[in-house]
C-alpha cells in the first residue's frame, strides 16, 4: 500500500508540474536544435567561463557527454518501472511542454562512474559536442532514459538540448580570449 501510495503521489506533483508548465509557457519558446547547440558550444570555447554556482565548468560538460552516451548505450541504473510510467513521464511531458527543463544541476547520473572535478574546459566542451554529433549519427536503438522511460530519437534529442541549457544557466563567460 505504500508504494502505491508513493506512486500515486509522485504522480500528482508531476501532473500539476506539467498543468503549470503548461500555463508557464510564454509563445517566445523555442527549442534549439542539436546543430545549432553544437554552434552554441563551440562559440564558448572562444571565452573564459566559469561556474556560478556548483559544479566548474569541465565537469558539467563532462556529465552532459555522458548523459548524451548513455542514451545511445544504456544507463548504469534505472529507477522502477512504476516510477518511469508515471512522475518520470509526466516530468518529461512538463519539460517538453515548457521548452525548458529544471532539475538539481550537481547530482550525477544514477550510477555512472565519478567524473573529475576540473579539467581542461575546451576539451570537456570538445567531448559534449562530439556526443552531440555521435547522437544524430546513430542509427541503432535508443535507450530508456533512467527516469523518462522510453523515448524518441526526436523527444532524446529534445532532452539533451533542455538538459544542456539547463547546465549552461550556471556558466558565465567571464572574458573573451580573442
Excluded: C
Amino acid at each position: 500500500m505504500t508504494k502505491r501510495r508513493l506512486v500515486l503521489t509522485s504522480l500528482g506533483v508531476s501532473l500539476l508540474a506539467a498543468a503549470g508548465a503548461v500555463t508557464y509557457r510564454k509563445s517566445t519558446v523555442t527549442i534549439t536544435s542539436i546543430a545549432e547547440m553544437q554552434a552554441k558550444l563551440a562559440n564558448l570555447k572562444l571565452d573564459k567561463l566559469t561556474s556560478l554556482s556548483g559544479w566548474q565548468p569541465f565537469k558539467v560538460f563532462a556529465h552532459l557527454a555522458q548523459s548524451i552516451e548513455y542514451s545511445m548505450t544504456g544507463y548504469p541504473e534505472m529507477k522502477s518501472a512504476a516510477f518511469r510510467h508515471t512522475a518520470g513521464s509526466a516530468a518529461f511531458y512538463a519539460f517538453s511542454v515548457a521548452g525548458a527543463m529544471t532539475h538539481n544541476l550537481t547530482e550525477p547520473i544514477p550510477g555512472a562512474p565519478a567524473i573529475a572535478e576540473s579539467g581542461e574546459v575546451n576539451a570537456g566542451i570538445d567531448m559534449l559536442i562530439a556526443a552531440l554529433q555521435k547522437y544524430e549519427n546513430h542509427a541503432g536503438d535508443i535507450k530508456p532514459h533512467f527516469a523518462y522511460g522510453s523515448l524518441s530519437k526526436a523527444e532524446f534529442a529534445q532532452a539533451h538540448v533542455m538538459h544542456i541549457e539547463n547546465h549552461l544557466k550556471l556558466i558565465k563567460s567571464t572574458q573573451s580570449v580573442a
